[in-house]
């Protein structure tokens, strides 16, 4: 089985952007991300209004890098240290030698493939570093952006769950999408 050490913390680099680790100091980008309707629209998790909650939120993600359970960054333009969005593995599953990738970018950044290519690197981290053999992404079915960004990668639709998932008094579907490490 793997296991995962996410110590000292990757940050991993394109031509265009440092993924990095979040930190305290970027609350109030937290906040823009996760509380934008627009941003969670298809992400069935409650929006983040306070300052005390994107703290909880940074808090959980450093929680799950500390106990390698799961790894996220912050996705930023090189030269400016402003978060404009979130990547990373949300559900690792070392038995399986597989892990759920999950990724949200702020909608004034959207069309300039900027999620391609951080979905790329973290990619590339997954296999060669993590030594993953799969990376599966679940996506809701209405979110043809995100589809498209994962089909141009590579990735094969495996799965429609219908109405798998209860959210706010509605059943929502669910698609899996996944690429496996051919080498």
């Known amino acids: 089985m793997l296991t995962f050490n996410f110590s000292p913390f990757p940050e991993l680099e394109t031509e265009r952007l440092l993924i990095r680790r979040v930190t305290n100091k970027d609350i109030n980008e937290i906040i823009t991300l996760r509380s934008n309707p627009e941003t969670m629209k298809y992400i069935p998790r409650p929006l983040i209004k306070t300052d005390e909650q994107a703290l909880e939120h940074i808090a959980l993600i450093d929680s799950n ?8 960054w912050g996705i930023t333009l090189k030269g400016n240290p402003k978060v404009i969005g979130l990547i990373g593995y949300y559900r690792l599953k070392p038995e399986h030698y597989r892990a759920e990738i999950g990724y949200m970018l702020l909608p004034e950044f959207h069309g300039k493939g900027i999620i391609p290519e951080a979905v790329k690197t973290v990619i590339n981290y997954g296999f060669n570093d993590m030594k993953l053999h799969s990376i ?12 498209r960004v994962l089909q141009k990668i590579g990735f094969i639709k495996e799965a429609h769950f219908k109405e798998s998932e209860y959210y706010e008094g509605r059943f929502l579907d669910k698609v899996i999408y996944s690429l496996i490490n051919k080498e």
Do not use: H, K, L, R
């Open 65 to 72: 890098i500390e106990t390698n359970e799961g790894i996220n």
């Open 136 to 147: 599966e992404a679940v996506i809701d079915p209405d979110n043809f952006a995100s589809e």
